[in-house]
């Protein structure tokens, strides 16, 4: 029981943590870049799909 208590405590500490970090400004920026990040891995990721089709299409004629 006092370890559950000792993990619950660790737990809601690292919440606080993460919350007062999430509101300074390098973390604003990391989260802006890792958005940015994730737009464009999606972008490459739509256009390899479509160049795949293209090049099964190209294939088979």
């Known amino acids: 029981k006092i ?3 000792h993990i619950s405590r660790f737990q809601e500490n690292l ?3 993460k919350s007062q970090y ?3 400004a390098l973390a604003q ?3 802006k870049k ?3 990040l ?3 891995q999606n ?3 739509t256009c390899k ?3 795949n089709r293209k090049e099964a299409t190209r294939q088979e004629l």
């Open 43 to 45: 972008k490459v990721l």
């Open 15 to 17: 919440k606080q943590h």
């Open 22 to 24: 999430k509101n300074t």
């Open 3 to 5: 370890y559950q208590e």
């Open 34 to 36: 890792k958005a940015e």
């Open 49 to 51: 799909e479509q160049f």
């Open 29 to 31: 920026d990391y989260y």
């Open 38 to 40: 994730d737009d464009l």
